[in-house]
């Protein structure tokens, strides 16, 4: 294999930090460059050179992007937020490598959760029925108001006594009890569904904390994907969140048109989704196929450990000597 080199970007969370450590397992020859808007983060050792950009809504993320691309002969970005997502969709002729997004009328779908809802009620495909706070009139018994753009599970509101407070910023949703399920799916330069995962999840900060492979709800959800696929045009990795009910009805909620946070999870029970965008995007190679297995994961805290270093202002890297305790 040729020596290739991928942008990972918003190393600084969890989901970029999965990116780079499933990519580090398949033992490719790849040099993994990081970026994130914060200089010092958990997830600079696991690069081999880090850069500091703007925002992606800023004017100047795009220039920068593709001048780490342009000087550093960069062959692939896989973007770990629903931002970069978007402008990168809407910019990608402005860049000199490949890029792992989906075009840019599905980016802004789901980029906002509202007309995630308006796209799939047009194509009749099941998502929990949301409004506008200024059209909201008691509809629901119970709702959950949250940003149209919120990042991970923040800046959330349940059964709020009024609404008036609330700017068309925000959406007013049904509000659902159950388990909740996080879908990971992959969609091939075909149009195809290659494969997905179902897991059962608990959420701790934003972010999942503990989960398990659920397969009960397999047949419903593959019929949902199917129908999402059919009425946009997802590429690569994707992630559909549900909530399943006690009488066992799937409620979609939300749908993020990246690689999600359990991605260094779920390559451990059989779906390798970052595998597969490498295979796709960077060797045109033929996918591998998902294989599923049973497990369970929680997730726990470590520290990466800089000794002999005054501060954190010469650490970039993985070149800085270090360990993880």
Do not use: W
């Not at 983060?41 to 500091?52: I, P, R, V």
């Not at 999840?201 to 949902?224: F, M, S």
């Not at 006690?246 to 390559?267: A, H, K, L």
């Not at 297995?293 to 000794?307: E, F, H, K, L």
């Amino acid at each position: 294999m040729d020596q290739k080199r991928v942008l990972v970007t918003g190393i600084g969370g969890n989901v970029g930090q999965g990116i780079i450590r499933n990519i580090r397992s398949l033992k490719m020859p790849i040099e993994i460059f990081g970026c994130n808007t914060v200089k010092f983060t958990a997830g600079n050792h696991l690069c081999d050179k880090f850069f500091e950009v703007p925002f992606a809504y800023d004017s100047l993320y795009i220039e920068a992007i593709e001048k780490i691309v342009r000087n550093h002969k960069v062959d692939l970005i896989i973007p770990s937020t629903d931002y970069e997502v978007y402008y990168l969709s809407k910019y990608q002729n402005q860049i000199s490598c490949m890029i792992a997004v989906s075009d840019l009328e599905t980016a802004e779908i789901y980029l906002d959760k509202y007309k995630s809802y308006i796209h799939h009620e047009k194509h009749g495909i099941p998502f929990a029925k949301a409004f506008l706070p200024s059209n909201y009139s008691q509809e629901f018994s119970e709702t959950i108001v949250k940003p149209r753009e919120g990042r991970g599970s923040r800046g959330l509101f349940f059964n709020p006594s009024k609404f008036s407070g609330f700017s068309d910023e925000y959406m007013v949703q049904e509000l659902f009890k159950g388990n909740e399920i996080t879908t990971a799916f992959y969609v091939n330069r075909n149009n195809e569904l290659h494969g997905f995962i179902n897991l059962e999840r608990t959420l701790e900060n934003g972010a999942t904390n503990q989960c398990r492979v659920n397969r009960k709800y397999d047949k419903k959800l593959e019929e949902i994907l199917m129908k999402i696929i059919r009425h946009s045009n997802i590429r690569g990795s994707a992630n559909l969140q549900s909530i399943a009910t006690i009488d066992g009805d799937i409620i979609p909620f939300e749908v993020n048109c990246r690689i999600s946070g359990t991605n260094s999870i779920r390559s451990n029970f059989g779906f390798e989704d970052v595998k597969y965008t490498i295979e796709e995007y960077l060797y045109h190679l033929p996918l591998s196929n998902p294989k599923i297995i049973n497990g369970v994961a929680i997730r726990i805290m470590m520290d990466v450990i800089y000794t002999e270093q005054e501060d954190s202002s010469s650490i970039l890297d993985n070149s800085v000597k270090h360990f993880i305790f």
